[in-house]
Structures are given as structure tokens and as C-alpha cells.
């Protein structure tokens, strides 16, 4: 019984996508939804097997540019994050500034990096990583920030030094954070490649959107949109497989694989 529940449990997301299109499609059928305004599925696919190589030419772009953005924000965010948590001084002394930074709109950044690197990948990467980097530097720091007082002290007393405790600790202590971060920022860094496309580049799905909607070819910006949340899907359960593996400890009702 457990294995056909478990079946059961994993085809369930699969019938809800299903369910979804079907419905869209007999929405745009019942409703004669001219195919300008909202294109049915059937219509999306299609171009989609149509126009497949072009499409995945611009869909591994954005995933270049994405990733490394993204990578980036891993890299800073961690390291940011353990030295904020570390220091109730610096969290306090940087944590209004993040959220200052976190405030601007990326979109009105995007015009001053095409100033200083160009059209092209860099501002994409760049908008990739200043979107997806506060998130993880916040819960990281959160996550170490928040380690008992009460833990500190006794391990203190039984002659541990500060940076065992962070090390040994800290650290492990603020991985669910991280990886909860990770989640989020993973799509947030497509939103701000994308953003970068749309507006100073010549390839990529953000730039393969805007060329489609000069000509009122709304399936296959459609197409890009879907191609764009396989794509977070994709990472985002990336991330939740080395999220389980890592810290599946943390996570109620489950173990850590081995």
C-alpha cells in the first residue's frame, strides 16, 4: 500500500498541470478566446514544436546567464550571511541597507548596467544576481542571528571557542534557511534575467518575448513563458533534492537520505 500511496502522492502534481491546460483549452473554446488575446495550449505546444530549436537556443541563454547570476548570489549571500549573523553589530548596521538595496526596481537598473558593461549577458547576469541575493543573505544571517543564547553560553562553558560554535553550530544550524532561501531566489534570478533581455539584449527568452509581441505572435510569447516556468520548476526541484539530501534532518516527518 505505502508504494501506491507514494505513486499516487507523486502523479498528484502531474494530474493538477494536466487539469489546468484542459481547462484553459475549453476556456479559450467556449469562450471563442480569439488567439491574439489568449492563445489556447494546443496553439502554444504547437509553436513550441515548431519554432523548438530557436526556442531552446534563447532558453539556454537565459539559463547561462541565470545560473551564473544566480551561482553568484549563492557564493555572496553565504558568505554575507555568515558575517552579519555573526555580528549583532553588522546586522544591525547593514540590515537597513539591504532592504534599501532590495527596494530599488531592478527594471530602473537595468538602463545604468547597460551604461557601464553593454547590451548583452553581463547586465543579465547582474540583474539575476541583485535579485536573487537579498533573500539568501537575509536567511542566513537570520538563521545564525537567532542560535540560543542560552546554547552559546553552555557551550562556552565547556570550553568551546567562538568559532567552533559558528563552524560547528552556526552554520549547520542556519542550512534550512538557506536552502528555504534558495527556492526563492532561484526564481527570482530568472525575473531579473529576463527583466535584462527584455530591455538591452539579442538573445534569450526575455528578448525572444518582446520580438514575438512586436508582431502580435502572442503564442509564442506565450511559449516563452512556459519554457520560462519549466525552467524554474526544473531548478527549484534541483534545489529540493539537495535541499533533502543536505538537511532533510530539519524537515518534520522526514530523514536525510543517505
Known amino acids: 500500500m505505502k508504494p501506491l500511496a507514494t505513486l499516487v502522492e507523486a502523479a498528484i502534481p502531474l494530474i493538477v498541470i494536466i487539469a489546468f491546460f484542459l481547462i484553459w483549452e475549453l476556456a479559450t473554446i467556449i469562450f471563442q478566446i480569439p488567439q491574439f488575446l489568449l492563445p489556447a495550449p494546443s496553439a502554444i505546444f504547437a509553436v513550441i514544436v515548431k519554432s523548438f530549436w530557436p526556442i531552446m537556443g534563447h532558453a539556454w541563454q537565459t539559463m547561462f546567464t541565470t545560473s551564473i547570476g544566480f551561482l553568484i548570489a549563492v557564493a555572496f549571500g553565504l558568505f554575507g550571511g555568515v558575517v552579519l549573523g555573526s555580528s549583532r553589530t553588522l546586522y544591525k548596521a547593514f540590515y537597513p541597507l539591504l532592504i534599501g538595496f532590495n527596494s530599488i526596481p531592478k527594471v530602473a537598473v537595468v538602463p545604468v548596467l547597460v551604461i557601464w558593461f553593454g547590451i548583452g549577458t553581463v547586465p543579465a547576469i547582474i540583474s539575476a544576481f541583485l535579485i536573487s541575493f537579498f533573500p539568501i543573505v537575509v536567511n542566513v544571517a537570520t538563521g545564525i542571528a537567532t542560535l540560543e543564547p542560552e546554547l552559546k553560553d553552555v557551550l562556552l562553558a565547556l570550553g568551546a571557542k567562538r568559532r567552533d560554535i559558528m563552524l560547528k553550530v552556526g552554520i549547520p544550524r542556519s542550512m534550512p534557511y538557506f536552502f528555504a532561501s534558495l527556492k526563492v531566489a532561484i526564481t527570482l534570478a530568472f525575473v531579473g534575467a529576463i527583466i ?43 534545489a529540493a533534492v539537495i535541499e533533502q539530501r543536505t538537511v532533510g534532518w530539519a524537515m518534520r516527518g522526514t530523514a536525510a537520505q543517505p
Open 196 to 238: 535584462s533581455e527584455t530591455v538591452a539584449a539579442n538573445s534569450g527568452i526575455g528578448y525572444l518575448m518582446v520580438s514575438a509581441a512586436s508582431r502580435f505572435d502572442v503564442p509564442l510569447v506565450f511559449a516563452g513563458l512556459l519554457v520560462t516556468s519549466v525552467m524554474g520548476v526544473g531548478m527549484y526541484a534541483v
